[in-house]
């Protein structure tokens, strides 16, 4: 498992450079649908459809569950102030203190506890 938590972690780190580009440019490859979703991601995809049922009877798997569709649901609140020419709230928000760090060091925190829970595989 210590892999596709590594993998989830590294992605999710990847959305703050995604949305900054979004906030400076105005624009982005991304729809708002497909940033609020958290079900296409591969934290998403690995969570939803590909975990093991024995993974989804740990309570860490509804933990990370819930955190993740937070994590969505912020950043696509951000996404859309970006791509509607909001800025400054847009950067308000993705700032160290703001919503979206706050949910982005939630969700690495459970993924974190989850793999240590698991042991070394």
Not at 8 to 28: D, F, N, P, Q, R
Not at 80 to 96: H, S, V
Not at 111 to 119: D, E, Q, S, T, V
Request: include cysteine; charge should be neutral.
């Amino acid at each position: 498992m210590s892999t596709e938590i590594i993998k989830a972690v590294s992605a999710h780190v990847l959305w703050t450079a995604k949305l900054k580009t979004a906030i400076y440019s105005g624009e982005s490859s991304y729809s708002l649908p497909e940033v609020e979703a958290d079900d296409r991601c591969e934290l998403g995809k690995w969570l939803k459809s590909q975990i093991s049922p024995e993974l989804k009877n740990s309570p860490h798997y509804a933990k990370a569950l819930e955190l993740h569709n937070q994590f969505h649901r912020v950043a696509g609140k951000i996404f859309g102030l970006a791509i509607n020419g909001k800025c400054t709230e847009a950067l308000k928000a993705i700032e160290a203190n703001g919503d979206f760090a706050k949910a982005s060091a939630s969700l690495v925190s459970e993924l974190r506890a989850w793999n240590k829970a698991m042991g070394p595989d």
